[in-house]
């Protein structure tokens, strides 16, 4: 194991920094776990990556609320519905394959990220409201769609967070950024609850992977929060072409 930490403690640094960031480390991280953990089922190497995660996001959590208040009225509805969700899309695996859905995730990215593309002041300013009923109703309906998404399919979640956070609920880029962090953690720990009792987490990687996350996010979320709404939202883009075109690829290349 020894080996492998060398090769995947700065992987996991790095995908630390940009999931406190703006989300999507999963692009990274994920292809370096299935090339480094060969021996590694599927579920093993989701056990390593959720439960590093989770550390990560548990400190950028951290370090976005000691520097902004975050809405934990429409946070807690949504979380909830979050954690239902992903578990719910973790079981679901096991009955149907995720395959048949990239189509679909495909036009609701070229979507969203067309939507943003020509419309340069979304998200530049929070104009954000105290939560009503039907914002509460709105969160937790988000919640448990994403949740599934991120327990069925996973890449990109942190994305559509961030974008309908923005859309819905008028954050800006930094705030909708914050917020995302809070229901991806959500949706890791609902992961674990299945993969923990199934023994799928090799501790002696994962809670190192966490360290080196948790760093990671300390840097991630400080340069976000410096770098404001303009800079998070290149990024955003950024990601979301690259989160584009690796469903487009799969997809092409499970048709040929």
């Known amino acids: 194991m020894t080996h492998e930490l060398l090769i995947l403690l700065p992987i996991s640094f790095i995908t ?17 776990f299935y090339s480094v953990l060969t021996s590694f089922s599927p579920a093993q190497i989701m056990g390593v990556d959720k439960f590093s995660s989770v550390m990560g996001h548990a400190m950028s ?62 998200g530049h300013l929070d104009t954000s409201r105290t939560p009503t009923r039907a914002d509460l109703i709105k969160g937790a309906a988000l919640g448990l769609a994403l949740g599934f998404y991120d327990g069925f399919i996973g890449p990109g979640t942190g994305s559509f967070l961030l974008f309908l956070f923005v859309r819905f609920f008028h954050f800006d880029f930094l705030r909708a950024t914050a917020c995302a962090k809070v229901v991806n953690f959500g949706t890791n720990a609902a992961t674990l609850v299945f993969l923990v009792p199934a023994g799928m987490v090799a501790y002696e990687l994962a809670v190192p992977l966490g360290v080196a996350a948790i760093c990671g ?40």
């Open 217 to 256: 996010s300390v840097v991630g979320s400080r340069l976000a929060m410096r770098g404001g709404n303009q800079w998070i939202r290149r990024l955003f883009l950024i990601l979301a072409v690259s989160l584009l075109a690796k469903l487009a690829w799969e997809t092409l290349r499970g048709w040929m």
């Open 61 to 122: 959590i951290r370090q976005y609320a000691a520097k902004m208040d975050l809405p934990w009225r429409l946070m807690l509805p949504t979380v909830i519905t979050a954690f239902a969700g992903s578990y719910l899309g973790v079981r679901m695996l096991d009955l149907m394959p995720s395959q048949w859905m990239r189509p679909v995730i495909i036009v609701v990215l070229a979507i969203m990220l067309v939507y943003t593309w020509f419309r340069p002041q979304l």
């Open 16 to 32: 630390g920094a940009i999931n406190a960031a703006i989300g999507g480390g999963g692009l990274i991280g994920i292809p370096a």
